[in-house]
Nanobody
Framework: QVRLVASGGGLVQAGGSLKLSCAAS????????MGWFRQAPGKERDFVAA????????NYADSVKGRFTISRDNAKNTVSLQMNSLKSEDTAVYYC????????????????????WGQGTQVTVSS
């Protein structure tokens, strides 16, 4: 059974930090680019960050650039999202995802074709 399990969400005050983790099981994802997405109530699911299989290349949405850092530990089959300087606008359910093709994580047109999605973890930023 292949699954991605996101964790680490919670309630944090604006300006604070949280670290989300996504643990993969059922297969190794060391060859898969992975990414984080978020969805706020009444809004579409938005891209947050992505990382290639080696961890050498990262991509970020403009809204989080400079504040969030995506990383991965292939030995542990995990991907993380360090979130700093959190804003109320960051409040959303955060999802991790994996696919063999990095571009599918970067362009909305391909989101429905992403191979694997995890369950979401709620991040709430209070003012």
């Amino acid at each position: 059974q292949v699954r991605l399990v996101a964790s680490g969400g919670g309630l944090v005050q604006a300006g604070g930090s949280l670290k989300l983790s996504c643990a993969a099981s059922g297969r190794t994802f060391s060859s898969y680019p992975m990414g984080w997405f978020r969805q706020a109530p009444g809004k579409e699911r938005d891209f947050v960050a992505a990382i290639d299989s080696s961890g050498d290349i990262t991509n970020y949405a403009d809204s989080v650039k400079g504040r969030f850092t995506i990383s991965r530990d292939n030995a542990k089959n995990t991907v993380s999202l360090q979130m700093n300087s959190l804003k109320s606008e960051d409040t959303a359910v955060y999802y991790c995802a994996a696919d063999t093709i990095l571009a599918k994580l970067l362009y909305r047109h391909y989101y429905s074709r992403i191979d694997y999605w995890g369950q979401g973890t709620q991040v709430t930023v209070s003012s």
